[in-house]
């Protein structure tokens, strides 16, 4: 029953991105085909640089969870929270990264749900003019640029939730895109912090069995 529902709800949420895309007028749609675009090009550009930024926090985080394990007492608490901390973050960057990755792994159906995002906005020539704005500028500043754009436009709470069918396009828009920008300047942090703390944590582990 559960698996039936869940097809159901699946169904009900295409045939509601269905209707909408169907009301997309021919200047939303090359706004949306352009904006696409330039965020696809943008996520490949940056898929192997975002993998080795996650990956240089990692042993890091590793060492830290080894040394915990083998501190003694209230040390090896405080190390292995510190460690499941900087787990969290990393986790949460290549979850985000992966679903991003997938967002833009077909451009047509990004582009039609851009242009469904923009349609469901109170303000359909103010959203689009600023999104039309996007284009320069490549990596991560399209992210920031996105973020910015979006901070002159006037959204409501209806048009948060109307959004939430759109699997790929919510991604680039709020309020998950301020999140991915947060979570990536998090991720950039955690690579000096993991070091510091995976170094404080073996001096500690080491004076602790002296």
Same mark, same amino acid.
């Given at each position: ?50 993998? &080795?930024?996650?990956? *240089? =926090? ?8 080894? /040394?915990?394990?083998? %501190?003694? +007492? !209230? ?40 242009? &469904?995002?923009?349609? *469901? =906005? ?8 600023? /999104?039309?704005?996007? %284009?320069? +500028? !490549? ?72």
């Amino acid at each position: 029953m559960k698996f039936r529902q869940t097809n159901s709800l699946g169904s009900q949420a295409n045939a509601a991105v269905g209707g909408f895309a169907a009301r997309v007028d021919g200047q939303t749609g090359e706004v949306a085909q352009r904006v696409a675009g330039v965020v696809t090009v943008a996520v490949r550009v940056l898929r192997i640089p975002t993998a &080795i930024l996650w990956g *240089l =926090s990692v042993p890091f985080i590793l060492a830290t969870f080894v /040394l915990g394990v083998l %501190a003694d +007492g !209230g040390l090896r608490i405080v190390i292995l929270i510190a460690a499941a901390l900087m787990a969290a973050v990393s986790a949460a960057f290549w979850g985000r990264r992966r679903r991003i990755i997938w967002a833009v792994a077909e451009p047509d159906k990004l582009a039609t749900e851009l242009g &469904i995002m923009i349609s *469901l =906005s109170d303000k359909v020539d103010e959203t689009r003019g600023a /999104l039309s704005q996007i %284009a320069g +500028g !490549g990596g991560w500043r399209i992210f920031n640029r996105l973020k910015g754009v979006w901070g002159g436009v006037s959204m409501t709470g209806r048009w948060i939730d109307g959004i939430g069918d759109l699997q790929r396009a919510r991604y680039f828009a709020p309020p998950k895109i301020g999140t991915t920008v947060t979570i990536a300047v998090a991720a950039f942090w955690l690579v000096p912090v993991s070091v510091l703390v995976a170094l404080f944590a073996m001096i500690g582990t080491i004076a602790g069995s002296a």
